[in-house]
């Protein structure tokens, strides 16, 4: 049926077309079919129950176009239904208790807003010009038929809107067209709205079976008329609030729209001929499609909602597809907890989930910190209206990524705005971020760098630690003790400001980090450094504090030593089950846990300082134990290791041409942690005295046999293979993976050395015990000699030259001195071998 | 009495649109656009030789389609063949009366004969585009048309489908090629079961799928409740040649050995079972059970009780043993492997001398309808053995080696494929101690069945031709939920990139998307899972942040997904044997990476990339963009930084299980699932590049 009537209009649409070109238009003209109903407007006359909706008409200066001319779509509605909204108390309240005490602006808005272009029935009505799913639609509404004069009493309080204290102002409530919502059946069948949605949507009854403009019933569909279709409605036509407009004026939602007025401003739209200014109302928000991010005055938003509720053309994505406008296929959802709940949530009851908020600030949502604030506004924010029906609420995610927290029985009331849905809800729902090991860094007020610091603009840790089903120990710095940072990559620098510290701080107007940069030795202030953003010089330092500061996975009462999610080695102290402090390599004593939290994904522990990384490369390290073979050193015992790994120039300056280490690095080592052997000058000699590698000298002084130099070998040939002897030596002696007497047992442990097999292409393994108190290593020869069953030893770690803990830095120039970050690092815990030991591989 | 009206109406406004504007004088030559011969002209040329199904095409009013521009191919049976049909289908006595038949079955009959290459965005074939097996197109009732070259044939000599030979082939015309045939062609309408069970050849099967009640698991044609989604996503960037399946068909392979094959042969386990020749369900029941009571003893984990006597039960030895022989998917020969993108397969590749040793293989996986099995297949659809057919010669014809028997296989059917094999194909212990103890290398798809069967995945470069959405509970193996904005997954056909296989498989948004994996057979395995790195820096990189579970646990900490493969976090080097061969092309293959003159086949690299959880790439295959836009012809996927492995961790299975692994978005991005790795542990240390 209704197939055919859509014929109808193609047909004598083609009709009047094609005939144009011939002169039977005349002859046509008169011949109407029958069954063609009057004029849009004879149809509502004839009626006779429709007197307003004719006078409406009239008034509005429609009554040509609705009796003779155009192709019109109009939703209307009986004289009844006027009736109900004259008594209604919406109405009551505004003075419109009678048609007569309606204002034009009024009259053309309950018009024009349900006023569509061209003749189109529901079904057309339903679709797209490219065929897809058209579940929002434009009307005829002009923008400025109404626009609302208010005074400082109707404007949401905030600083923005203080300025305007004194005066009226004319403030569209926003400055983009209105949009019909139809839940037609051919709509809410493509968009797979349910039953059980429709109920949640418009009430008890309400099914996919019938038609509803917002959530109003259509009662009578496509009655053809001459000039257009008609649709009628059970309720008066208006158009209702977009979801911010609706917040603000319902009683139950008074605290949410008190928290979401903080975050809006008065934008002005435009200035009339007269010089008179209208503003709009914008929400301060990050979406991509309509984003709102600085104030009137440039500054960053105090803090900014996932998108604005009060965008009538609202669409989340930055554009449509072939098939749609963006806001034609769906629109927002704002699941909005009431009073009630908000009181339940914040509360000074313990068990409640914003108490640590509640006494954190007082008990006042007004203490609540913008930032705060925000996050828990907008968790209440989604997207799609379309995917956050009730039929949807076991997968629902919301857009954290986290499962949303939400069942049909929280809901207890339903608004659907011109540009979203706002289901009312009997609990809060609190960002989940807040229960991860993050949550005490965002609630607090002490720990904004930090907060700042895990956050988008400079490290973007945020997107680790809320894995809610990992398991993090978090150590978090408050910002009274961040300070005296020593910077690593300041050891490159020259000058004062070589080894230079810093003290960061936080900039409040432009709510960014900035670290006063100080001479270590003089303490005298040399310079800011305020380079943030996400490749920037401040958050390459912050980075590296955060990736120390992380352990990832448990932690083992008694046990010492962790490596840290950046490949650092730290210790913490325990008192009995408690860590009660934690150390870095380059703190010179324990820094103290000051508070504690237990959070749904690890523990979060307060430190009243900064865990430091050593200084020391291990070029330094060894250098230090040299003897003759660096000034300064403090004894000889690396010697014999030192010159060889000289000699075979492992210690490289410039990996790359765009990058440094800071004074000389292992050439083959990379980001990671790694543990050196070090044979002692005894160990060396016996492996020379063993044939296992030619001693320096040897290779100086080598000569060819006759069998070298009737294969066509040259001496430097020959050296370089003997060098390449020595390397693998070495390099056997360098294992993947922190062994750290102290840390993680290990009963022969298999690690990779550096040295490569090079008939397997794989790299000869070491089997490692550490007990807590020692380190026992079997090499490759004796572990082959056991598989054998031959005789075979394990090699201890020193007791006296062990533990030592060394960095390999190398930064993001080819001058140390012009880095501003770090590029790359391997950390390596050094441990020197019982005497007149060494290792073997085969 | 209205809609009569309407009808006059709207033809009334037709008939005015068309002829008042146009002087009817002028219509003459304008209708003429072809200057060569259509194949109406041909057809109407040698209208005595073909005049029967001229006439089935005018009376299904198929015959404007060889008037117009297209690009078809036809396949036209001669008059003899035509009235072959006719006695074929008459009563025994008289021949069929082609005018009895009813418009529906007329139209299948013609259009059986036709693809439609224009509508496809393909070609008219002639029999120089043949290959063995299915013609790429379908035909104009949406089924393939299998050819096949038989030995010591003429070039043109195809056989098509098993029923017709072409005696004249090639006739080229402007719109389409013809191919006359001396049979006509008609697929075959039954369902897997029947075909099996019909066929004449595979009575033991026929007996066994019934006794196990497999055959009622393959009754199922079409998910008649799927609706395909005419909406994209809102703001997907996929909007070329991009649309939802627009079917939900169900579809099996049967890989079968004939009775002749079953009755005479003997093995050990013919031998345990004490019988000679399988040729009985009794005697296939007994042989399962020698082949399941030897793997039992020797510790397997396969899923079979043999104290079960159901024979409908799974874990019965019979079920089992009969239950491998079936694909869930519907998989013709020539799609069994994939042998696009790797390197034995170009011409212009010059490293296959390095890197096609002994250990590179173009090898394969299928789960099987028996619980806890896979089919391993290889180059040259070359079934379950350790051997490698990239290395050794000759294993495609010798007889020692499972295959297809060609001209018995790709018998078609409304819901699936009959392929025949040559030898006994069995999960057996050879098969899950050694043939599948190996790095399994697995592209995600391959546990979507239902994008093979429903032809949603492509096989051949349709670089930016072809690009799929995967709806929310289309396949039984991807559980995720598509959610506006931008939650949604979508595949985009083999194309240049350096993927497995080619192909991608993305999901976008804040996604939450589980596989369902396997099954894998019981051990310790390093799992890896195979990934894009999209962008060349995290701040523009469309990729996300993503938590990956395996089985429920946590693979460490959120893995970023937007890192830039060459900075420290991972550190990846070129191998410097690229960039000392080949230069300056060497090092902008992966964008300017650093190497090392002391690590020139990568192995330090390997080594310290293993250390931080990732691996390159395989070796073993390329993406054709690289020979295609920058003119080299050497870098693989390993020499790609965008193109890494993560590793997951180590995980033991006590039973030949499927298993999940869920990617659940930290950040929203998009992300790229190419391919997932099981490697036994005690093979890791000596594992290769490939």
Redesign the interface.
């Known amino acids: 049926m209704k197939i055919h009537r859509l014929y109808i209009v193609i047909g004598l649409g083609l009709t009047l077309f094609a005939t144009s070109c011939t002169d039977r238009f005349e002859e046509e003209e008169n011949n109407e079919p029958a069954w063609l109903g009057p004029n849009v407007y004879d149809y509502l006359e004839q009626r006779g129950d429709c007197r307003y909706f004719c006078q409406l008409i009239r008034d509005c200066g429609y009554y040509e176009s609705m009796k003779r001319t155009g192709s019109n779509t109009l939703f209307f509605s009986p004289d009844s239904c006027f009736e109900t909204f004259f008594r209604s108390a919406d109405a009551v309240n505004k003075g419109y208790t009678s048609y007569d005490k309606l204002p034009q602006s009024m009259k053309y808005m309950m018009l024009r807003s349900c006023m569509v272009e061209n003749a189109q029935l529901i079904e057309r009505l339903s679709k797209t010009d490219h065929g897809g799913t058209l579940f929002r639609r434009t009307t005829m509404m002009e923008l400025e038929d109404t626009i609302p004069v208010v005074t400082y009493a109707d404007m949401p309080h905030n600083i923005y809107f203080d300025r305007y204290k004194d005066d009226e102002m004319k403030l569209l409530m926003d400055a983009s067209p209105w949009t019909l919502v139809q839940f037609f059946p051919d709509v809410m069948s493509a968009l797979k709205i349910t039953d059980k949605d429709m109920k949640y949507i418009c009430g008890d009854g309400a099914s996919i079976d019938r038609t509803y403009l917002f959530q109003s019933r259509i009662v009578r569909q496509d009655i053809t008329c001459k000039n257009g279709y008609l649709h009628e409605l059970d309720r008066i036509c208006m158009v209702p609030d977009n979801m911010a407009g609706y917040i603000r004026n319902e009683n139950r939602l008074s605290t949410f729209n008190h928290l979401m007025d903080r975050f809006c401003e008065p934008v002005l739209y435009r200035t009339t001929v007269d010089g008179e200014r209208i503003y709009e109302l914008r929400y301060f928000n990050e979406s991509v499609s309509h984003p709102h991010r600085t104030d009137i005055d440039g500054r960053i938003a105090p803090g900014m909602l996932y998108f604005d509720p009060g965008w009538n053309l609202y669409q989340y994505g930055s554009s449509g597809t072939n098939s749609n406008n963006a806001y034609e296929g769906d629109m927002a959802a704002m699941f909005v907890p009431t009073n009630e709940a908000m009181a339940e949530y914040f509360s000074a009851d313990p068990n409640a989930e914003g108490h640590d908020i509640y006494e954190s600030f007082g008990g006042s949502w007004d203490n609540v910190p913008d930032q705060i604030a925000a996050d828990l506004l907008k968790n209440h924010q989604l997207s799609s209206f379309v995917n956050s029906t009730p039929s949807h609420f076991g997968t629902l995610k919301d857009m954290a990524g986290y499962d949303m927290e939400i069942k049909e029985d929280n809901i207890v009331g339903s608004y659907v705005a011109r540009n979203g849905i706002v289901y009312l809800i009997n609990k809060v729902l609190p960002p989940l971020d807040y229960r991860s090991v993050m949550g005490p860094v965002k609630v607090d007020q002490g720990l904004k760098i930090f907060n700042l610091a895990m956050g988008d603009n400079y490290c973007q840790f945020q997107y680790y630690l809320r894995s809610l089903k990992s398991t993090f120990n978090f150590f978090v710095t408050p910002d009274e003790y961040m300070k005296d940072y020593l910077d690593p990559i300041s050891a490159g620098y020259s000058g004062v400001r070589m080894n230079s510290i810093y003290d960061f701080r936080l900039n409040t107007n432009t709510n960014t980090i900035e670290a006063v940069v100080r001479n270590a030795a003089t303490g005298d202030s040399i310079g800011i450094n305020t380079s943030g953003g996400i490749s920037g010089a401040l958050t390459s330092r912050l980075t590296d504090i955060l990736n120390q500061q992380t352990l990832v996975g448990e932690i083992i009462p008694g046990q010492e030593w962790y490596i840290t999610k950046g490949y650092a080695p730290i210790r913490l102290v325990w008192a009995g089950d408690k860590v009660v402090a934690a150390q870095g390599a380059g703190n010179a004593s324990p820094i103290d846990v000051i508070d504690e939290y237990d959070k749904t994904n690890g523990a979060t522990r307060y430190l009243n300082g900064i865990l430091r990384t050593s200084p020391y490369s291990m070029y330094n390290i060894l250098r230090q134990h040299a003897g003759a073979s660096a000034s300064g050193s403090v004894d000889d015992k690396f010697k014999a290791f030192y010159d060889m790994c000289e000699y075979c120039g492992l210690f490289e300056k410039n990996p790359t041409t765009t990058c440094a280490a800071i004074d000389y690095r292992l050439s083959f080592l990379s980001q990671y942690h790694y543990s050196v052997y070090i044979p002692g000058n005894d160990g060396v000699e016996a492996a020379i005295g063993d044939g296992i590698i030619p001693s320096i000298s040897d290779i100086e002084n080598c000569s060819l046999t006759s069998e070298e130099e009737a294969a066509g070998l040259d001496l430097e040939e020959k050296r370089e293979m003997l060098r390449q002897r020595m390397i693998r030596f070495i390099r056997y002696h360098i294992q993947d993976y922190s062994i750290i007497i102290g840390g993680q047992n290990e009963n022969e442990g298999q690690f990779l050395s550096s040295t490569l097999n090079t008939a397997t292409n794989k790299f000869y393994p070491i089997y490692v015990d550490q007990d807590g108190s020692n380190v026992r290593i079997l090499d490759n020869y004796n572990y082959q000699r056991r598989r054998q069953g031959l005789s075979f030893e394990k090699v201890d770690v020193s007791s006296e030259l062990n533990n030592i803990m060394a960095r390999d830095l190398i930064v993001n120039s080819a001058a140390t001195t012009a880095a501003t970050g770090i590029e790359t690092y391997s950390y390596s815990v050094i441990h020197l071998l019982e005497d007149g030991k060494y290792l073997r591989f085969e | 009495m209205?809609?009569t009206?309407?009808?006059v109406?709207?033809c009334?406004?037709?008939?005015?649109?068309?002829t008042?504007?146009f002087d009817s004088d002028d219509v003459g030559d304008s209708y003429t656009t072809f200057t060569g011969q259509k194949i109406a002209d041909f057809l109407n040329e040698h209208r005595s030789e073909y005049s029967e199904f001229i006439y089935v095409l005018e009376k299904a009013n198929a015959w404007p389609l060889m008037e117009s521009y297209g690009k078809y191919t036809l396949f036209v049976p001669t008059n003899e063949a035509m009235h072959a049909y006719y006695l074929e289908k008459g009563d025994g006595v008289n021949p069929m009366d082609i005018d009895t038949l009813n418009a529906k079955d007329l139209r299948k009959l013609v259009f059986y004969h036709i693809i439609d290459g224009e509508t496809n965005s393909d070609k008219a074939y002639t029999t120089f585009d043949f290959e063995e097996g299915a013609i790429p197109t379908k035909n104009m009732v949406g089924r393939y048309i299998i050819v096949h070259f038989p030995e010591n044939a003429v070039s043109t000599a195809w056989i098509i489908n098993d029923e017709a030979n072409i005696v004249e082939a090639n006739g080229e015309m402007i719109n389409g090629v013809v191919h006359v045939i001396d049979h006509v062609i008609e697929g075959n309408n039954d369902l897997l079961p029947n075909l099996i069970k019909t066929n004449g050849e595979y009575g033991i099967y026929g007996e066994a799928i019934a006794a196990t009640g497999l055959d009622k698991k393959m009754m199922l044609i079409e998910d008649e409740t799927y609706v395909a989604?005419?909406?994209?996503?809102?703001?997907?960037v996929v909007?070329t040649r991009a649309h939802y399946p627009e079917e939900k068909k169900y579809g099996w392979t049967a890989l079968l050995e004939p009775d002749e094959l079953l009755n005479n042969w003997n093995d050990e386990y013919t031998q345990a079972a004490g019988i000679n020749g399988i040729k009985s369900i009794d005697d296939m029941e007994a042989y399962a059970r020698a082949i399941y009571q030897d793997m039992i003893d020797n510790g397997s984990a396969v899923p079979v009780d043999l104290s079960i006597t159901d024979r409908k039960n799974e874990k019965n030895a019979l079920n089992h043993f009969v239950a491998y022989h079936f694909l869930q998917a519907a998989v013709r020969t020539d799609n069994f492997v994939t042998t696009y993108g790797y390197v034995s397969e170009y011409d212009w590749f010059e490293r296959k001398a390095e890197i096609c040793d002994e250990n590179y293989r173009i090898e394969q996986y299928w789960p099987t309808m028996a619980p806890g099995s896979l089919i391993q297949c290889q180059k040259h659809n070359i079934i379950n053995t350790i051997d490698n057919p990239c290395w050794q010669a000759g294993m495609a014809n010798s007889q020692d080696y499972i295959h297809f028997v060609v001209s018995k296989s790709n018998k078609d059917c409304q819901n699936g494929y009959l392929h025949q094999l040559n030898r006994v194909m069995a999960y057996n212990k050879y098969v899950e101690n050694e043939v599948l103890h190996r790095r399994l290398r697995m592209e995600l798809r391959t546990f979507l069945p239902e994008l093979v069967t429903n032809d949603v995945v492509a096989y051949t470069n349709k670089y930016n031709q072809w690009h799929r959405y995967i709806p929310t509970g289309y396949c039984k193996n991807l559980i995720f939920?598509?959610?506006?904005?931008?939650?949604y997954m979508v595949y985009y056909a083999a194309n240049v990139h350096h993927y497995l296989y080619g192909d991608e498989l993305n999901a976008t948004g804040?996604f939450?998307v589980t596989f369902r994996v396997g099954p894998i057979p019981a051990g310790k395995y390093e799992v890896r899972f195979g990934y894009h790195v999209y962008g060349t820096?995290?701040?523009n990189s469309e990729a996300g942040?993503t938590?990956i579970?395996f089985d429920g646990t946590?693979c460490?900490?959120?893995l970023?997904m937007r890192a830039n493969a060459l900075?420290?976090?991972i550190?990846w080097q070129q191998d410097y044997n690229i960039i000392e061969t080949y230069g300056a092309a060497g090092v902008q293959l992966a964008r300017n990476a650093?190497y090392?003159e002391?690590?020139p086949?990568g192995?330090?690299?390997d080594?310290?990339l293993r250390?931080?959880n990732f691996m390159k790439a395989p070796d073993s295959y390329v993406g054709t963009n690289w020979h295609n836009d920058y003119g080299t012809y050497f870098g693989t996927a390993r020499n790609s930084s965008q193109d890494l492995r993560y590793i997951l961790g180590t995980f033991s299975f006590t039973g030949n299980d499927e298993h999940n692994i869920r990617f659940?978005?930290?950040?929203?991005g998009k992300g790229l699932f190419d391919y997932i790795e099981f490697i036994p542990t005690d093979l890791i240390?000596?594992e290769d590049q490939h």
């Open positions: 209205k809609h009206l309407i009808t109406l709207i009334l406004g037709l008939s005015f649109l068309v008042s504007c989604p005419t909406t994209l996503p809102d703001g997907s909007t939920e598509e959610q506006r904005p931008s939650i804040f939450d820096a995290r701040s942040v938590q579970y946590p460490g900490i959120p970023d900075e420290g976090d550190g650093t090392s002391d690590d086949y192995y330090e690299n080594k310290s250390n931080r659940v978005q930290m950040l929203a240390n000596d």
